[in-house]
Nanobody, 125 residues
Framework: VQLQASGGGLVQAGGSLRLSCAASGLTIGNYGMGWFRQAPGKEREFVSAIRSGMTTTYADSVKGRFTISRDHAKNAVYLQMNKMKFEDTAVYYC????????????????????WGQGTQVTVSS
């Protein structure tokens, strides 16, 4: 069982990046999927999540700028990040929560049992 995150890099403030999370050994249709991030010296924080039924939720800090999506045929989840800010700089992790948790639960890391290795996103000001 593995989640492989990719797509991170260096971008200027105001720019865009698209993160991908490819799943192997699990079928994402059976999982709630989420993105979290951790900046240097800070705790890991919730970014966005999507249920198998395609409902989504976002942290207030990214609402209106980031979009989460999932492709069951490709067994992958994506995070489109637009209008990026310096404070978006962090290591981004994708994660999978088994079953059918309610949306509010998917905002908490404790419900996720599978984590990817993280991809670095750096926004220059």
């Amino acid at each position: 069982v593995q989640l492989q995150a990719s797509g991170g890099g260096l971008v200027q403030a105001g720019g865009s990046l698209r993160l991908s999370c490819a799943a192997s050994g699990l079928t994402i249709g059976n999982y709630g999927m989420g993105w979290f991030r951790q900046a240097p010296g800070k705790e890991r924080e919730f970014v966005s999540a999507i249920r198998s039924g395609m409902t989504t939720t976002y942290a207030d800090s990214v609402k209106g700028r980031f979009t989460i999506s999932r492709d069951h045929a490709k067994n992958a989840v994506y995070l489109q990040m637009n209008k990026m800010k310096f404070e978006d700089t962090a290591v981004y992790y994708c994660a999978a929560a088994p079953g059918s948790y309610i949306m509010s639960a998917l905002r908490s890391a404790k419900y996720y049992s599978v984590w990817g290795q993280g991809t670095q996103v750096t926004v220059s000001s």
